[in-house]
Nanobody
Framework: QVQLVESGGGLVQAGGSLRLSCAASGRTFSNYAMGWFRQAPGKEREFVAAISWRAVTTSFADSVKGRFTISRDNAKNTVYLQMNSLKPEDTAVYYC????????????????????WGQGTQVTVSS
């Protein structure tokens, strides 16, 4: 497994922006797709975004399309989630995760296909 540490969460007003970072260590970061998920109180964990191991392909939940972008820097073993035009409904704990399969040709959005998780970072958007 890989060790993941998220950072960048915080409190922001609606319409604002945050950039989350996720630093990885422990295995060859560049061989794995990476994903971001979030979980709000009383709700199930949901997919937010993912990026393929070569950063060629990205995928986003409908609720964040056009507002969030995902990127990765394989030289720094880091994946980013840029969140713009934030809404109160984006409030949640955000987790990054590493795909359990190496060199997967596509990207996946189901949480059980990721086998390494960070501790999460809180994002709170006030109205």
């Amino acid at each position: 497994q890989v060790q993941l540490v998220e950072s960048g969460g915080g409190l922001v007003q609606a319409g604002g922006s945050l950039r989350l970072s996720c630093a990885a260590s422990g295995r060859t970061f560049s061989n794995y797709a990476m994903g971001w998920f979030r979980q709000a109180p009383g709700k199930e964990r949901e997919f937010v975004a993912a990026i393929s191991w070569r950063a060629v392909t990205t995928s986003f939940a409908d609720s964040v399309k056009g507002r969030f972008t995902i990127s990765r820097d394989n030289a720094k073993n880091t994946v980013y989630l840029q969140m713009n035009s934030l809404k109160p409904e984006d409030t949640a704990v955000y987790y990054c995760a590493a795909d359990r399969q190496t060199l997967r040709p596509d990207i996946v959005s189901s949480w059980f296909q990721y086998d390494s998780w960070g501790q999460g970072t809180q994002v709170t958007v006030s109205s």
